[in-house]
């Protein structure tokens, strides 16, 4: 697909022109007081545990060094505090049961009942993936929403940029079977597939809205492994239609159907702390949400006329096409002066995740290069703050496990420097009195005290927002601490892994390495030794080396390093046996981890097992494609983007 400037229709549409539309019926009291509270108590909170950290290291003179230590400790201590007002504000949001949009004490929003007059596109984008899994939720979806009685206004789009011929065959075969499951309802369902995947899945929904998108008022986005309940899709366009200055509205997507030790642990994790973390977002972003790339709606004109992206000029990481672009696509609408929101309490949008570490560190590894990306359009002129803040945060997600593997090095090299030096009280020729060193123990604890409140914080606001609201959900006071306890242990035994993995792919993005964004693995699979010690080996004997060093000289450090080291040498174990689908379903069956989703069963997600139950034969001969419905493809040349505008203007 060519990045070319095309010709422009004479002017593209804005929330301005919308003189004659109604008001939104979110209400959003005292934005930026809100925005302003959240900037300053997070500045305050990095700025004491800064000047404590400077207190300690000036004790005994400040070197360069610990300079460059407490710098870096500045940087990550303002992000744990960033985080941690997140949390506060939803723990005490969600606590009341106060909408973070409206502060109100219910959201009428989702309560409307009001007909559905507009026509919405359920497109799901897929590349290579596992045509059976695909098909399953697609249909699960679909059956879901005929439940609602609210099909007709509604069409829904496979769009294929399989390049793989045994799995777009597949995709014929199962496409097939589809249709004659479904009978009349096929009429409302439609798959293409493109030869060329050009623009990656920028390129596919840049076809369809092309093709299609002038039929329909919502697209509403799914990933290949999203399933959403039939009332939240439904929901959805509703707010969507009561509020027309509203361009996209986000959900948050709740990881089901784990079955290794690993994915129900990511699962319990998001479920139990996510709705809480992106109620305080949402709390402070107001009207300048973010969007996550799926599970969301947007209003197809606002997209069309604002969303278009361009190639970048210069080379990676900075430059050519842009990877994580539902972060631009959602600045690019806020910029037009459309409103995004992020519905945090919306439920029924679910997701799948990799059930592994493996898998899931690739994974991010993708998304470190798209974020880190962004850093370089942090300066486009128009965009909203909190646009730009949505890039910052992005990148410095990752960026901050470089930052802490960093201040932990040269915070040992600084231990054993000062170690080998302790006995030298003298250090100039003619000096009258000894240099004793000086330990401000109470400094020290405080510290720690404040970090572990950051790190730790959230995790026990969130077990308290279920232990009093939630608790039937998770099937009760008893295996939600249970969870939380083994969740937290493991979380602090794989985080060093994690930040040897990420500080990695900061490094590699930054030295122009590439990486492929194929489709995931999402099933669960026991990681053979061989790739538990291929993927681990490095970092294990680094750990074992940085640890026997410390021990030697700083042995006080060390004790402090215990929690690091650890989890870097058990690395192949952790990674092996998190892998366990047997320990998946102990750990099931003792109500350890236990979910929503698996504690109460929700109907589209059983019908989806039950569809992934069934095998289906491949057909020898399957029936021609049929051509999809009014194809509004413009005059020109196939894959020129005329009706989009590129975000560098």
Partial sequence: ?????????????????????????????????????????????????????????????????????????????????????????????????????????????????????????????????????????????????????????????????????????????????????????????????????????????????????????????????????????????????VNPRTGLIQTIPIPVRQTTFFGRFVQFAAVLYSPMLATGIAFWQTDAANYWGHNAIIRMRAFMDHCGLPTLPGNAPFGGDILSHDFVEAAMLRRAGWNVFLLSDLEGSYEEVPCNIIDYAKRDRRWVQGNIQHLGILNLRGLHPISRMHFLLGATAYITSLIWLLMLALSTADAVVRAINSNVYFTEVYQLYPNWPIAKTELIIALILLTTALLMGPKFLGVIIALVHRRKQFGGSFAIIKGAIVETVFAVLIAPIMMVYHAYFVISVFLGFKVNWDSQDREGRLLPWGECFARTSKMTIAAIIWGTVTYIYAPVFFWWLIPVITGLILASALVRYSSSLDLGRSTREHKILLCPSEAIEDPVLVHLDELLAVEHPTLESPAPIPALPHDNWLDMPHGDMNEYRHVTR
């Fill in 1 to 241: 697909m060519t990045h070319m400037q095309p010709p422009l229709p004479p002017v593209s549409r804005s929330v301005a022109d919308l003189t004659s539309a109604p008001a939104d019926a979110i209400r959003i009291p005292a934005k930026s007081l809100r925005r302003y509270i959240y900037v300053i108590l997070s500045v305050l909170t990095a700025i004491s545990g800064v000047y404590i950290m400077f207190d300690i290291l000036r004790a005994n003179d400040l070197t360069t060094l610990e300079t460059v230590i407490l710098v870096l400790f500045g940087i990550s201590f303002t992000w744990l505090s960033l985080a941690f007002w997140s949390g506060l504000f939803g723990f005490f949001l969600q606590l009341f049961r106060i909408d973070p949009l409206t502060l109100k004490s219910t959201r009428h929003l989702l309560e409307d009942t009001s007909p559905i007059t507009t026509r919405t596109a359920v497109v799901m984008p897929v590349y290579n993936e596992d045509t059976h899994r695909v098909i399953a939720g697609f249909e699960a979806t679909l059956r879901s929403l005929e439940k609602t009685g609210e099909l007709a206004h509604f069409d829904f789009f496979l769009l294929s940029d399989t390049t793989n011929l045994t799995i777009a065959q597949a995709e014929r075969d199962h496409w097939q079977q589809l249709q004659e499951r479904l009978g009349d309802l096929g009429k409302q369902v439609f798959y293409r597939r493109r030869e060329k995947n050009i623009g990656r899945k920028v390129g596919n929904l840049a076809e369809f809205c092309q093709r299609w998108g002038a039929n329909y008022e919502h697209m509403l986005v799914l990933d290949a492994d999203s399933i959403m309940t039939g009332d939240c899709i439904v929901k959805m366009v509703r707010a969507m239609q």
